[in-house]
Structure formats: C-alpha cells, structure tokens
C-alpha cells in the first residue's frame, strides 16, 4: 500500500507493508525530499507490530502521531 499525504507543505509518500517477510511486523517507510521531525534526511524506515498498528484509526493517523 502506497500513501500519498502532506505534513505542514511537505509531500511525503509513505509505503505499508504488512507482516514484511512473514516476520509478524508490518514495514512502513517515509519518503520526503526534506527533513521531518523523525528523520534527518527524509527517510524513515519503522516497524511496527500490526496490533500496535491497530490501535490507530489507519496508517495516515500514525504517520501524523510520529510527527
């Protein structure tokens, strides 16, 4: 899944995928051509249980609680 959205006038495109390599965690990457609080050069690779995932209203809602 391919997420396209904007934080404070920066596109950033934002990549989920679930259970990455059958190790039980979901993979999602941050792509920006600037910096964002959680990165220094635009890229931000995360991990993330899917039940931690879960507890957010989708993938857009928790990109926006990492800022």
Do not use: C
Not at 7 to 18: M, Y
Not at 31 to 39: G, K, N, S, Y
Not at 49 to 59: D, I, M, R, S, T
């Amino acid at each position: 899944m391919i997420l396209s959205l904007e934080w404070e006038g920066i596109a950033i495109a934002v990549s989920h995928k679930p259970n990455w390599l059958n190790t039980g965690y979901d993979h999602v990457e941050l792509r920006a051509d600037q910096r964002l609080p959680v990165t220094q050069t635009g890229y931000r690779s995360q991990f993330i249980h899917p039940e931690e995932l879960a507890q957010f209203e989708g993938l857009e809602d928790f990109v926006r609680s990492m800022m």
